[in-house]
């Protein structure tokens, strides 16, 4: 044991699990001013830098709030929607017309020059998007924050998000999979206060709807308006205002608009002709007879709500995800987390070497690394009494999603008690190769 001490692995292994450590923290859920002593001026930075693009932009506010609301909806806050690549959810068609991504990129260089490698993606987006709200006169609230950058993002995943012909009970299903009821529905649709939609995504509305003329839940008097900024067969890529005479206010006039028969999406006018949503668009328009709730306020708390999902299950993580994180850690460890520099599955052999090199690693550690996933038998660095477990727990080819305990007996508790399952072999993620 005495000349491990001296072997350069034994400190990348301490290293590596120190970094565990730091990254067990985190997942034990978000908190207000999570970055109040790591990196202070974390939100400040955010905001000022959506600010800065704000003034000359006033169109990033809705597009940060939306792209927020994509990432969110797929595999929880996780920034996975900023991951370049094909057939990531980026390239997915709902999300081909997101906005804002400068922004982001800009607050991150900004935050790295601050704090290296200490703020998340998933909480710039999430600050950026609740800025935006801010700036946009709606209420301010205070994010949690220490969320974790995801490392999966499919395109094919992006068909949970709800579509604009989408009816309302289906629109009901896909919140309340998420534990978002009814009113939960109204409020976050009201987003639409802000922003814009291209033509191409309403404009079928305005001609041949019905028996050739246009969608009647469209005030008649709204539908000569429409059809002259959206023209048949015109430029489908120009935008009007979600909520007509008030797109850049966060206020409650869409509901108003809605309540007129002048929504632009058929998903959003049929908050209205549906009863079972229109109660709340009217309770949010303080209605006589309603019992009055208070949009901002509800947006703010639902929208809130939905941004813990991620935090659900404290000091979990899932059987997917176990064999990016220890990745993800070692590249923590060295220079602060950078999603981009993580290699890809579908990488070269040349590129990964590079890529190891630039930490240090030679191509030995590199094999070391990936033997886990090719030498036909479970990684021999685990206690042989506990690979049944784990098997019977993540078996092959099962549900990749289903979660365990990273400390496994004490999953729940911040205490010793995983570094005890380390020196018993009984981690679940690869850092113990490092040892040997
Ligand atoms: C049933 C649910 C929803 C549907 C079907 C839906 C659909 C859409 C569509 C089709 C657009 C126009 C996109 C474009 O032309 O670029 C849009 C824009 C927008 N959506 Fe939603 N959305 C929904 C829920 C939400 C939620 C929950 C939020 C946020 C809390 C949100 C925020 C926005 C914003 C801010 C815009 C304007 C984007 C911009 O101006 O760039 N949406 N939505």
């Known amino acids: 044991m005495k000349g491990a001490y001296t072997n350069p692995r034994f ?4 290293t590596v699990m120190l970094a565990m ?43 940060l709030l939306r792209m927020h609301f994509h990432d969110c909806f797929v595999q929880g806050c996780d920034a996975s929607i900023l991951i370049d690549g094909p057939n990531t959810e980026k390239t997915a ?10 922004v982001i990129d800009d607050a991150k260089t900004q935050l790295e020059a601050a704090c290296p490698g200490v703020v998340s993606c998933a909480d710039i987006l999430t600050l950026a998007a609740r800025d ?22 499919l395109a094919s995943d992006t068909t949970i998000l709800p579509g604009f012909r989408e009816s309302i009970d289906s629109q009901k ?47 008649p008097a709204f539908v000569p308006q429409l059809q002259a900024l959206c023209p048949q067969n015109g430029d489908g890529s120009r935008r009007i205002d979600l909520d007509t005479g008030s797109g850049n206010r966060f206020d409650t006039s869409f509901f108003a608009n809605l309540r007129n028969g002048r929504g632009i999406l058929e998903s959003d006018q049929k908050l209205w002709t549906d009863p079972s949503t229109r ?24 929208y809130d709500a939905k941004t813990q999902l991620e935090a659900a299950g404290p000091g979990v993580v899932s059987c997917a995800d176990i064999l990016t994180l220890a990745t993800r850690d070692s590249v923590f ?23 190891f090199a630039a930490f240090g690693l030679n191509i030995q550690d590199l094999v070391a690394l990936v033997d886990y996933f090719t030498n036909g038998g479970p ?23 289903r979660r365990i305990d990273l400390d496994t007996g004490s999953g729940n508790r911040f205490d010793t008690s995983f570094f005890v399952n380390l020196r018993n072999g009984r981690e679940i993620e690869y850092n113990k190769k490092l040892w040997m």
């Open 11 to 14: 400190f990348l292994a301490m």
């Open 21 to 63: 450590a730091a990254a067990l923290v985190q997942a034990q859920g978000t908190r207000v001013g999570f970055y109040a002593r790591t990196c202070p001026r974390a939100e400040s930075i955010v905001r000022s830098a959506v600010q800065s693009h704000f003034r000359s932009n006033p169109n990033i506010a809705p597009g």
């Open 93 to 102: 068609p709902p999300n081909r017309l997101l906005r804002g991504y400068e």
């Open 132 to 153: 935006s709200v801010f700036l946009t006169r709606g209420i301010n609230w205070a994010v949690p924050t220490g969320r974790r950058d995801g490392r999966v993002s």
């Open 173 to 219: 299903q896909k919140f309340a999979a998420f534990g978002l009821n009814t009113q939960d529905l109204v409020a976050l649709v009201g987003g639409h206060t802000i922003g814009t939609s291209a033509c191409q995504l309403f404009s079928y509305r305005l001609y041949n709807f019905t028996n050739g003329g246009p969608d009647p839940t469209i005030n």
């Open 279 to 302: 109660t709340f668009v009217q309770r949010f328009l303080g209605e006589k007879g309603s019992r009055p709730l208070n949009f901002n306020v509800e947006f703010a708390s639902y």
């Open 333 to 355: 460890l060295k220079r602060g987390i950078n999603w981009a520099n993580l290699p890809g599955f579908k990488e070269s052999i040349g590129s990964q070497k590079q890529k």
């Open 379 to 401: 990684d021999p660095a685990i206690n042989p009494a506990f690979v049944p477990q784990l098997e019977a727990l993540c078996p092959q080819n099962g549900d990749g999603t």
